[in-house]
């Protein structure tokens, strides 16, 4: 049996694919996961991981914060802070939390938890303007070949073009702010 959240992304998934007019294969194609794995997700087979809905959602054109939203179905512009939809990647532990209200477009704050010795590759997004702000331990960020160390209270401005891995080389756990806003075109 499948929990609620998994259910109501695969058919977000499912939904954003084909509003779009986009084959499984075409999906595939363009996001890189495989056909197999896009089936499996919209069944709601597998709980996806961060990587893959990462790729799935930069692929759909929206961000990830923005496809746990729209599986959330909410609307309201206050959420307390013991409704703000959680998502736990399964095989890391990272723990995402969307503090903004999904109408409180286009700006998006993401509370991240990431395990001591967690590290969770993910694609860059070339539409957004990201910052991390470190809230508590440590945090290594690599953009391409270059490598960020940072520390409780720094501040990153995310560049554009590289892929990303996200790295707590911590023996607790890091807790840091992602605040997203779409590139002006």
């Known amino acids: 049996m499948i929990d609620p959240l998994t259910a109501r992304l695969a058919a977000t998934v499912h939904t954003a694919r084909t509003s779009q007019g986009l084959s499984a294969a075409a999906l595939a194609e363009t ?15 597998v709980q996806p991981t961060a990587a893959l809905l990462a790729k799935l959602s930069a692929a759909l054109g929206l961000t990830l914060s923005e496809l746990i939203a729209r599986a959330e179905g909410d609307e309201r512009r206050l959420v307390r802070a ?26 998006e704050l993401v509370e991240i938890e990431l395990p001591a010795g967690a590290k969770v590759p993910l694609l860059a997004s070339a539409f957004l303007h990201q910052q991390i702000w470190v ?51």
């Not at 399964?90 to 700006?107: C, E, F, I, M, N």
């Open 82 to 107: 013991a409704e703000q939809p959680v998502w736990v990647d399964p095989d890391t532990g990272y723990r995402r939390r969307a503090v903004s209200p999904a109408a409180g477009r286009p700006l």
């Open 31 to 45: 996001s890189g996961v495989s056909r197999a794995m896009i089936g499996k997700i919209e069944r709601g087979d």
């Open 135 to 185: 809230l508590e331990g440590r945090l290594r960020f690599r953009e391409g070949a270059e490598v960020h160390n940072l520390d409780t209270g720094d501040c990153l401005q995310l560049g554009t073009a590289a892929d990303r891995v996200f790295e707590n080389p911590g023996s607790l756990p890091c807790r840091y702010l992602l605040a997203l806003v779409p590139r002006a075109t």
